[in-house]
């Protein structure tokens, strides 16, 4: 290999590296900026659960206060909440048509003549009070939804009556899981000045109307400016207006430098689909922030699983909004369950300022601008060099096929960044994360097999081109996938079987490469596959295709492979001791593997040895740079994570090679006799 070449490469790699530092500057910077807490709790629902509690709200609301609850989130009345606090009555038009004629046939008459001849559907909703102010404010939020065709509005002694015809949105499930017909009237305005009074911040939860007049828009943008409201959360599948307006809540998001809540989906993957929401954020330059809704956690049965799935969803998965409502347990009390949501989030909130985050402040908005051309053109080249360098160390071309190689990428790699200007972030980043452990294991194989070092100086040498190698691929993703797009988890890392898989093929293929020569290597080929196969071969391979959908299984959680219970505890004691958890393939795997290897080698010279045990360095190593793909996960916090493993894995390789120096003795002191 020609070492000025190689030198010359390793030299245009770094620098290459260095111009796409604006990226992680970026991330950083933003990460920075972003180490507020909001916990905001959804009023309505406490409100209900204090109803079955038969507890003041009053009362609730100052217990979660001194829980550190600064923050309520209020969505519109509905048809059907009014109802609930016995102001309406309502229902469709059938069952109201057939209580009248039953119970009071004169006034059912006046009321069909009253309808006249306008066509009712039997589902069209009914609706009826007595009491004065509430009729006049269904005449007028009803009035700003829904056109004089879509909304039947009569009186009839002292009884105001109003039966909405257009199509009405299904939002409210009864007890039996049905839904029922309803509709949002807006904001209740006494309740926001109630809020404000108390010194609670107001999230607010706008969510689209049925009927055809969008006059209630302006309802939000004076809630916004009366009550001093920061943050939005939308309520429901569709946002308001849309989609014939999405404009003007475009305007009141900027004109009133709002901050939109993104919620995340159940199973922690991206958030949910709102229609709408992409076009908002993508026309505001992305006011957001994640939220977490602790809904999410009815299927947890114990209390300290929430409190640390809480804990995680801040610290691992850079939530900064939780959404919190009652705990419905259904094997406790209503009082139960709201005693232990307010002891939990209690908890939860000195637990989250001890780890260094802040509470009681707004939310930042945070910086919307992307990667430029000349980043991600410095990028592309870094992984072309990183690439040649590897094929050199692996193939060892000559000189003038690296050369065609180089000219090819580098034209390449400007064509697609400075000519075509196509953002392929994700593509650099999937391609760090299978090169560089792919890289990192094949400098290991050539140093262990070329050194001739004493056993610690061996082992210091191969955690530092295991690690200097694999921290290049982290720093690569992390400044490939730097916007606002992917702290969000708008954008996300794709193609994560491929970077758990594709490294171990190829370290088979370093493994070959460095202790055959390749006439070797297609002989033993060609003499295997002309073997006849053996049970051995056979129950060799099932077991091997059960480790793999093992392993695919556990990297993702994707399919269908749970944690056991131990593993839960285990990362329970881990959270408790570090700032975030180290990953178990590092710590149980990778650092142990590394130094058995390393020892195991050094002493016997057997090349069987770094392929077996190789393998879960391999492991490992893909962990390692698999911790910066989350990069809804603060770079700090995968840094430390990082150190964590590093700390935990040289410890138990430390008890792991005492183990085979046990091992050992025992052997040569009495199995050879």
């Known amino acids: 290999m020609n070492k000025k070449l190689i030198y ?5 790699l770094i620098v290459c590296l260095a111009f796409s530092f604006s990226g992680i500057s970026l991330r950083v910077s933003n990460e920075a900026q972003n180490k507020t807490l909001v916990t905001t709790a959804d009023f309505y629902q406490f409100e209900k659960t ?62 069909r003549k009253a309808v006249g001849d306008r066509a009712v559907r039997p589902v069209n909703l009914t609706v009826v009070t007595d009491q004065s102010d509430v009729a006049d ?11 004089s065709d879509e909304m039947i509005h009569f009186g009839i002694d002292g009884k105001d009556y109003f039966i909405l015809t257009a199509e009405l949105s299904e939002i409210v499930k009864n007890k039996n899981g049905n839904l029922n017909l309803d509709n949002r009237l807006g904001f209740d305005n006494e309740l926001l000045s109630k809020l404000r009074s ?12 049925a009927g055809s007049k969008l006059t209630y828009m302006h309802e939000y943008e004076e809630a916004v400016r009366d009550y001093d409201v920061q943050t939005l ?133 945070l910086s919307s601008m992307m990667t430029e051309t000349f980043h991600r053109f410095a990028v592309c080249l870094s992984l072309l060099l990183a690439a040649m360098l590897y094929l050199i160390y692996l193939f060892k071309p000559g000189r003038r096929l690296i050369y065609i190689l180089l000219g090819l990428g580098i034209l390449g790699c400007a064509g697609i960044n400075l000519l075509l200007n196509m953002d392929f972030s994700k593509i650099y980043a999937l391609g760090a994360a299978i090169l560089y452990p792919s890289f990192s294991s094949l400098l290991l194989l050539l140093y262990l097999k070329k050194s001739r070092q004493p056993f610690p100086v061996q082992i210091l040498a191969s955690l530092s081109i295991l690690i200097g190698i694999n921290m290049l691929g982290a720093y690569t993703i992390v400044t490939s996938l730097s916007d606002i797009r992917y702290i969000m988890n708008i954008g996300i890392f794709s193609g994560v079987k491929l970077s758990f898989v594709l490294p171990l093929i190829l370290f088979v293929v370093n493994y070959l490469a460095v202790f055959m020569d390749w ?21 060799i391979g099932i077991v091997a295709l059960g480790i793999l959908y093992y392993y695919l299984g556990r990297s993702g959680h994707t399919a269908g492979i749970k944690v056991s219970s131990l593993e839960i ?37 057997h090349p069987l040895i770094l392929m077996v045990l190789g393998l879960g360095v391999v492991m490992g190593s893909i962990s390692m740079v698999n ?24 410890l138990l390789a430390i008890v792991g090679l005492i183990g085979i120096r046990i091992i050992e003795w025992v052997w040569e002191k009495y199995a050879r006799n």
């Open 233 to 365: 959360i939308f309520d429901g599948t569709i946002l308001p207006g849309v989609p014939d307006d999405v404009e003007t809540i475009e305007q009141i998001v900027t004109d009133q430098e709002l901050l939109v809540g993104i919620i995340e989906t159940s199973v922690q993957l991206q958030y949910i689909d709102q229609q709408g929401l992409d076009q908002l954020m993508l026309d505001t330059n992305y006011p957001i922030n994640r939220v977490y809704s602790t809904g999410n956690d009815e299927y947890l049965t114990q209390i300290d699983e929430r409190y640390y799935r809480w804990i995680r969803s801040v610290i691992d998965r850079g939530i900064r909004i939780l959404y919190l409502a009652p705990f419905k347990d259904g094997k406790l009390s209503a009082s139960d369950n709201l005693n232990n949501t307010i002891m939990t989030v209690d908890h939860f909130h000195s637990t989250i300022q001890q780890r260094g985050f802040t509470l009681h402040e707004p939310l930042p908005r």
């Open 8 to 12: 010359g490469l390793w030299v245009l």
């Open 198 to 209: 108390r010194s609670f911040d107001v999230t607010l939860r706008p969510g689209t109307s």
């Open 519 to 539: 006439q070797e290597i297609r002989d033993k080929t060609v003499e295997f596959l002309h073997r006849s196969p053996s049970y051995l071969a056979l129950v």
């Open 50 to 111: 204090a109803d079955l509690a038969n507890e003041d709200i009053d009362d609730v609301l100052t217990r979660l206060q001194e829980a550190g609850v600064k923050n309520l989130s209020v969505k519109e009345l509905t048809l059907r909440y009014l109802a609930y606090k016995g102001d309406i009555q309502v229902a469709p038009y059938n069952e109201f048509a057939a209580t009248m004629q039953n119970a009071s046939p004169s006034l059912w008459s006046k009321i």
């Open 627 to 650: 911790s910066f793909s989350h990069v809804f996960t603060a770079v700090t916090i995968s840094a430390s994570r990082g150190l964590a493993g590093l700390f935990t894995g040289v």
């Open 137 to 147: 404010l269904l005449e007028e939020r009803l009035g700003d939804r829904f056109s």
């Open 569 to 605: 505890k285990l990362r329970e004691v881990l959270e408790n001791l570090f700032l975030a958890r180290p990953r178990f393939k590092e710590f149980l795997i990778g650092y142990p593997a590394l130094f058995a290897m390393v020892y195991l080698y050094h002493k016997y010279k």
